[in-house]
């Protein structure tokens, strides 16, 4: 079975600031990784995704996240926040083999201030 | 239409109601997925449909039924609900299990 760790339920941050939401994995297999988020009212979309390959995976609205298999951590990074990146993030590992259920974790809200 | 459609988007019923949710994924997807979100919770996956296979989570209450009569189409029916069912419910849709989700804007749904 799988778990996720999202360490930090609320993140708030300045305009135009760097921000890191962190996400913690665990699993005794190989996984896939994935990082959602959900704008009020909406359901989630896809940020970005690791299933192999490059460890540094590059997504949407500039996000990036960086797969630590070492540290089992897969941390989302933007340099540069706006107000319009004000949402819920949602980190979620499926295993590569047998079932291939989702797990996802709890949930971060950053919350952008002018 | 386009990507995941889902049908109502609010819906209040009383626990003595039946009613039924519809999901509709236009993507080619052969998986299709419900989940609930409630508040201060995390997502929890309720069912999932693959190729004519379903998995389901086993602390689902029985008042919850799927039905997935294609690989397009995706229901919720329900019937004597209790009001902690109230929550938004979510569909998604994937080209295969495991990989990346397609979710639909969601049905909240209140019980009274």
């Known amino acids: 079975a799988q778990s996720v760790t999202q360490l930090d339920s609320q993140v708030p941050v300045f305009e135009e600031a760097p921000v890191e939401l962190r996400c913690n994995y665990s699993?005794?297999?190989?996984?896939?990784l994935f990082w959602y988020v959900q704008y009020p009212n909406q359901g989630l979309q896809l940020l970005l995704k690791?299933?192999?390959?490059?460890?540094l995976v590059k997504g949407i609205n500039g996000f990036e996240a960086e797969f630590n298999k070492s540290q089992t951590s897969f941390h989302l990074r933007k340099p540069s926040v706006h107000i319009s990146d004000t949402a819920e993030y949602f980190c979620?590992?499926?295993?590569?083999?047998?079932?291939?259920?989702?797990?996802f974790g709890r949930g971060t809200s950053l919350i952008v201030h002018p | 239409e386009t990507g995941v459609t889902q049908t109502p988007r609010h819906l209040v019923m009383g626990m003595t109601n039946k009613k039924s949710l519809k999901c509709e994924q236009h993507?080619?997807?052969?998986?299709m997925y419900w989940y609930k979100q409630s508040a201060k919770k995390p997502l929890e996956l309720m069912f999932v449909?693959?190729?004519?296979?379903?998995?389901e989570n086993n602390s689902v209450p029985s008042r919850f039924s799927p039905e997935c009569p294609n690989s397009s189409h995706l229901f919720l029916h329900l019937h004597t609900l209790q009001p902690e069912d109230s929550a938004l419910y979510l569909c998604?849709?994937?080209?295969?299990?495991?990989?990346?989700?397609?979710f639909g804007p969601g049905t909240r749904l209140t019980v009274t």
């Open positions: 998604a849709s994937s080209q295969d299990r495991g990989h990346e989700q397609y």
């Open positions: 699993s005794s297999v190989s996984v896939y």
């Open positions: 690791y299933l192999s390959g490059s460890t």
């Open positions: 979620a590992v499926t295993a590569s083999g047998g079932s291939y259920i989702p797990t």
């Open positions: 993507l080619g997807h052969n998986a």
């Open positions: 449909y693959s190729l004519e296979e379903r998995v």
